[in-house]
């Protein structure tokens, strides 16, 4: 076979082990979730008027607990007051409410949410952790199929602001754990906080943002998990906004060794094709 093409296609075939790399967070957009009509409509008819846009899912709704395939959100000790809410669209999350235990209160995101993440494709479905120190919750997911020792990248979206019914925050962040290893974004700061004389105002949305970590997987199964923290308490409340949640394996060093030796392999062939030939 000519030098060339062995050259390309050895070039190309690590390249693209290195790229193709899966994701092992199961429903990391959050587009698949485990509603049925009877919940929605039972909802929907002892609160007649509200426009259903979302639904709180850390199980202290009846019916609603295990709404988003393969997450869960833990409300056990200090997390008892836990809320998380689940939005199906970005386009739709300020035309209504989340179904919850605080009916009619607004729970949707405030004036100034742009939409869905850069990862909003399709459905468009995000979370919505709550910030409150006294109203926070890990919103989670056991990972399975690492493998001891190798490196993984965590990337997701995030954004601060508030819900509509609340304003005057004063900071909000996400925070995680993956195993025994934490994270934590950036904190934004509003700048409409209780105590200033904009505080009635809609709070900031910080827009939506990638953020990426390495970690290194010490077990086989590793739980991830997400936790909003902001201030101040009393159930403003800050929140965090969460979606496009991926982890991947990180290429070994010799995988990229083997690329750019394909790749040096086709420039050497390539030279030695365009050389001229003597004349006689």
């Not at 999350?93 to 939409?115: L, M, V």
Request: aromatic share 10%; net charge negative; no cysteine.
């Amino acid at each position: 076979m000519n030098k060339i093409i062995v050259s390309t296609l050895a070039a190309l075939a690590v390249a693209g082990s290195a790229n193709a790399a899966t994701n092992l967070v199961k429903n990391g957009s959050f587009e698949q979730n485990n509603l049925t009509a009877t919940s929605l409509n039972g909802f929907k008819a002892a609160h007649p008027g509200i426009n259903v846009v979302g639904v709180q899912v850390d199980g202290h709704l009846p019916g609603f607990g295990n709404t988003v395939t393969d997450w869960s959100s833990d409300i056990t000790g200090p997390y008892s007051a836990g809320y998380n809410l689940y939005f199906f669209d970005g386009d739709t999350a300020k035309s209504g409410d989340a179904a919850s235990i605080y009916p009619g209160e607004q729970q949707r995101p405030n004036a100034n949410f742009t939409g869905d993440s850069p990862d909003g494709e399709g459905v468009g479905a995000f979370m919505v952790l709550d910030a409150d120190p006294s109203y926070t919750a890990p919103f989670q997911q056991s990972v399975a199929g690492l493998t001891v020792g190798q490196q993984y990248k965590l990337q997701f979206y995030w954004a601060a602001g508030e819900l509509s019914n609340r304003t005057g925050y004063q900071t909000s962040q996400l925070t995680g754990k993956f195993g025994t290893d934490t994270f934590a974004t950036e904190i934004f700061s509003n700048s409409h906080p209780i105590g200033s004389p904009t505080s009635n105002l809609p709070g900031d949305f910080s827009g939506w943002r990638l953020r990426s970590f390495n970690f290194t997987a010490t077990s086989t199964s590793q739980l991830l998990s997400f936790l909003a923290e902001g201030t101040p308490s009393g159930n403003l409340p800050p929140v965090a906004f969460l979606d496009g949640v991926s982890l991947t394996a990180v290429p070994e060093p010799q995988t990229w060794a083997l690329m750019l030796l394909g790749f040096g392999g086709l420039g050497v062939a390539i030279r030695q094709r365009r050389k001229p030939v003597a004349s006689a």
